[in-house]
Nanobody, 125 residues
Framework: QVQLVESGGGLVQAGGSLRLSCAAS????????MGWFRQAPGKERDFVAA????????YYADSVKGRFTISRDNAKKMVYLQMSSLKPEDTAVYYC??????????????????WGQGTQVTVSS
């Protein structure tokens, strides 16, 4: 099992930036890929970005490509999501999730067995 705690959410104006952090504890952090997802009110949980165990392979949803950057620091057991050029449609609760294996970057929430509690991001127009 791995425990995940997100932080860094808040209210920002359109065009602004935020950096989300996810602190991990429990089973070996470097043994699994990590992902970020988001869920807006009344909508399904959507994939945002994923990163492999080594941090040298990433994958993004088309809606955030070029604006968001996922990264990780295995020594600190941290995953980050740098968000820039934010839009009102980015408003959601953002969740980090731990995968089941180190390399494959999957987009389905069901493939991630461990989740944080989420952090709210609100982008005003």
């Amino acid at each position: 099992q791995v425990q995940l705690v997100e932080s860094g959410g808040g209210l920002v104006q359109a065009g602004g930036s935020l950096r989300l952090s996810c602190a991990a504890s429990g089973r070996s952090f470097s043994s699994y890929a990590m992902g970020w997802f988001r869920q807006a009110p009344g909508k399904e949980r959507d994939f945002v970005a994923a990163i492999n165990w080594r941090g040298d392979n990433t994958y993004y949803a088309d809606s955030v490509k070029g604006r968001f950057t996922i990264s990780r620091d295995n020594a600190k057991k941290m995953v980050y999501l740098q968000m820039s050029s934010l839009k009102p449609e980015d408003t959601a609760v953002y969740y980090c999730a731990a995968g089941q294996q180190p390399t494959n970057l999957v987009t389905l929430p069901a493939m991630y067995p461990n989740w944080g509690q989420g952090t709210q991001v609100t982008v005003s127009s």
